[in-house]
């Protein structure tokens, strides 16, 4: 039998995924938003994806897609 705790401990789980992809995918989102040139957006989530493991790639993406 499935309790309540085991059903809330299940959808903490998926909230913390789902807010860290959505950490890790936010320079991808703000070089859309800024209408970044292709080749900036490209880089961008190449860097975020690729990088974004680690925090120097991911500030990197984020600076790019930030610049004005």
């Given at each position: 039998?499935?309790?309540l705790s085991d059903i809330l401990y299940i959808i903490k789980y998926i909230l913390?995924?789902?807010i860290f992809i959505?950490?890790?995918l936010t320079p991808a989102y703000l070089?859309?938003?800024n209408s970044r040139?292709?080749?900036d957006a490209m880089r961008v989530?190449?860097?975020s994806?690729?990088?974004g493991w680690s925090i120097i790639g991911w500030i990197f993406a984020l600076f790019v897609s930030a610049k004005k």
């Open positions: 039998m499935v309790s913390v995924v789902g959505g950490i890790l070089a859309a938003a040139e292709k080749y989530r190449s860097a994806w690729l990088f």
